[in-house]
């Protein structure tokens, strides 16, 4: 028996990293899966992978993609009881560097979108039912060219804990995980351009336990925020960062 037998997960942001890895995790362990991606190209990828799963192209960053999504999910399924809001923006770049524009996409993906998606699913998440706001060690750490990306993830876990306490009444879990150091694709993404490698050796010297962390790890983390076994949590921010931010 599965963990997350009979439940319905909606995974935003799930073709890649520490998304990919947490679909794979919540099919192992009995749910049923959707994932989004704004890539089709990389959902076909995701969706081959994966299997028997729901793959929906939505950009997490566009609030007008919310409510369709929401609307496609109550024609598939009878509810959701599992909401992973996964897809973020992690650029990282100095003070000089950043304009409106490049602003706005980080904020509107990291913070805006989660919120929009929360209030568009809402009437169909279960009773209870668990989302999951995936945000940074990033949030609790001073590092270099993080400036908004940091200040994004710092709201998100904020945000998580005060949709808590109002959605609560509903029976609706709101938690945050926030992954330390992790190897991911999205770690090559980090600058406007290649990879930063002088930013990648800082990273990881964060990290008292001197690794990086791996997508299995997160993922499994998240099964636990997933399940019941974690239904007398509520409001927390799981740091899963191998002792950075803490130590």
Same mark, same amino acid.
């Given at each position: 028996m599965g963990r997350l037998d009979g439940k319905f997960a909606l995974i935003t942001g799930g073709t890649s990293g520490i998304g990919l890895e947490t679909a794979r995790q919540f099919l192992l362990e009995g749910a049923t899966v959707a994932?989004?991606?704004?890539?089709?190209?990389? !959902?076909?990828?995701?969706?081959?992978? !994966?299997?028997d799963v729901l793959a929906i192209h939505s950009d997490a960053g566009d609030i007008t993609h919310q409510q369709p999504l929401a609307a496609l999910l109550q024609e598939q399924w009878p509810r959701l009881d599992i909401l992973f809001a996964n897809a973020g923006d992690v650029t990282h770049q100095p003070l000089e560097a950043w304009d409106e524009a490049s602003y706005d996409r980080v904020m509107n993906t990291? %913070?805006?979108?989660?919120?929009? %998606?929360?209030?568009? %699913?809402?009437?169909? %998440?279960?009773?209870?039912? #668990?989302?999951?706001?995936?945000? #940074?060690?990033?949030?609790?750490?001073?590092?270099? !060219?993080?400036?908004?990306?940091?200040?994004?993830?710092?709201?998100l876990i904020s945000l998580a804990r005060t949709l808590s306490a109002e959605l609560l009444v509903k029976g609706i879990r709101v938690n945050s995980l926030s992954p330390g150091p992790t190897e991911t694709p999205a770690l090559n993404k980090l600058g406007a351009g290649n990879a930063d490698e002088a930013l990648k050796a800082e990273i990881r010297k964060l990290v008292p336990l001197g690794r990086l962390g791996s997508t299995t790890e997160l993922a499994k983390a998240a099964v636990y925020l997933a399940s019941d076994e974690s239904a007398y949590v509520v409001g927390t921010d799981l740091l899963v960062a191998g002792g950075a931010g803490m130590l």
């Open positions: 994932i989004t991606g704004r890539n089709e190209q990389a !959902l076909a990828a995701a969706k081959a992978q !994966l299997g990291n %913070l805006k979108g989660p919120l929009f %998606l929360i209030q568009a %699913l809402q009437p169909l %998440l279960s009773n209870p039912s #668990s989302v999951i706001l995936c945000g #940074s060690v990033s949030a609790r750490i001073g590092l270099p !060219l993080s400036s908004v990306y940091a200040a994004s993830k710092a709201a």
